[in-house]
């Protein structure tokens, strides 16, 4: 039996169910690859759980440890912006790009992160809430004109940035922005199937603003 059809959700073949669709390239258990379990404790100690991307990645190890760098560059410990600003980038980005698993994911981040509620229910209106200042609305608004196809953002919105943020500093905001171009991409295309903690964050913080599991309840 092949890894699509042997981790199936339940749900499909359960008669009296509602059927769900199989998962377009279902995620692996983490033992599958022991080479990964530095990384998938890191990854688990920051998030709670070890994502489905990671599960469905490790097929390739090698891009998972890639990856795995990628973040750590971005968003460890040396990194030189406020970790909960990054965090509210990314959570913009993906809500531009139309990625419903990543929007889950970087909103119950947040909460893990400490970021109040108040201010993830105000980011709609981040322009002018006064739970955001000058800097962080430069940010965001670059992190919502990048993640529109074709990318809208202008000399003056990187000018503003420029004005607010050191050049090392953009590069780490323009680093978030870039990883989750990746991710938006990859869990769009692959319907990742939204774990427990995101769907049910989505579900009960971001349902108002229209947030829908749509694709990645398999």
Sequence with gaps: ????ASHQNDAT??????SRPAPRLAPLPPEHSPELAGIFKITSDRLGFI???FLTMQRKPKMVKAFGDLVESIFGPDGVV??????LVAFMVSHASGCQYCVAHTGSTTARMGIPAEKLEAIWDYQ???LFNDAERAALDVA??????????T?????NLRAHWRDDQIVEIIGVIGMFGFLNRWNDTFATPLEAEPIAFGRER??????TPDKHIR
């Design 13 to 18: 073949s359960v008669p009296g169910r509602m």
């Design 1 to 4: 039996m092949n890894d699509h």
């Design 144 to 153: 919502v004109a990048s993640g529109c196809i074709p990318n809208e953002v």
């Design 155 to 159: 000399d003056d919105m990187f000018a």
């Design 206 to 211: 971001l349902g108002a603003a229209g947030w």
């Design 51 to 53: 994502p489905n991307r």
């Design 128 to 130: 002018s809430s006064h």
């Design 82 to 87: 406020d970790p909960k600003t990054k965090q």
